[in-house]
């Protein structure tokens, strides 16, 4: 069965600091991953998705970047944080365009 | 582009009581329709989805309908209970090539009052 993993769960960083996020699935083979973004209490932002190894679609500009190294990783990253970054991230994968999974999450504090 | 709209944004129901959830889309291409379940810092779970070939979809206690001509799909909770208390958001795809994404609603907080 398939599995995703991300990593941190919880990270608190200053303003201006670096951030790197990353994101994995187990037993399946070129899904479709994506990238979300939650503000407390709001609904789920789409950031990045990817159709393959080095394929990024972007959704909306800002001062976050995504890659895709290997088949089943999926990275988010920023060369600063800005308080506005605070949020719950959320990868998820889907094998075909029908369902779409959630990994746990990484809660991110800026302060 | 696809647009989802969710209504209403709270809601409250008696525990045993009955819950319905409304969203409407805007893609007359859209074919595939999921229901998530967001508990309190949780991720979102798949709970049910519906295809674009069928009207109606059930499993066991949740069901979702879907009417095409009028581009909109709800989700029904029956009996209700105090774990059914979360947030739902529903999403629409249109099968499309190089669409692969998800249009998500902007979610219910369903809160089931024991």
């Known amino acids: 069965s398939q599995t995703i993993h991300q990593w941190p769960a919880t990270l608190v960083q200053p303003v201006g600091s670096p951030l790197s996020l990353e994101c994995t699935v187990e037993?399946?083979?070129?899904?479709?991953l994506y990238w979300y973004r939650q503000a407390a209490g709001r609904g789920l932002q789409l950031l990045f998705y990817?159709?393959?190894?080095?394929?990024i679609s972007s959704e909306v500009p800002q001062n976050l970047s995504a890659s895709r190294p290997q088949d089943r990783q999926f990275i988010l990253s920023s060369k600063k944080l800005l308080l506005s970054d605070s949020g719950f991230y959320l990868c998820?994968?889907?094998?075909?365009?029908?369902?779409?999974?959630f990994g746990p999450g990484t809660r991110l504090t800026v302060t | 582009g696809e647009n989802v709209e969710q209504h209403p944004s709270t809601l409250s129901v008696q525990e045993g009581d009955s819950a319905v959830i409304k969203c409407t889309y805007s893609?007359?291409?859209?074919?595939?329709f999921p229901w998530y379940k967001q508990e309190l810092g949780k991720r979102p779970q798949l709970i049910i989805d519906?295809?674009?070939?069928?009207g109606e979809k059930k499993d066991q206690r949740i069901a979702v309908t879907l009417n095409k001509t009028a581009k909109h799909f709800s989700l029904h909770i029956t009996e209700t209970q105090p774990e059914d208390s979360a947030v739902y958001f529903c999403?629409?795809?249109?099968?499309?090539?190089?669409?692969?994404?998800?249009?998500f609603g902007t979610g219910t907080r369903l809160t089931i009052i024991p």
């Open positions: 998820a994968w889907s094998e075909h365009v029908y369902e779409q999974y």
């Open positions: 037993g399946t083979s070129n899904p479709n």
């Open positions: 990817s159709v393959g190894i080095g394929q």
């Open positions: 893609d007359s291409a859209s074919n595939y």
């Open positions: 519906i295809r674009s070939n069928v």
């Open positions: 999403a629409a795809r249109a099968s499309r090539l190089g669409n692969e994404k998800l249009t």
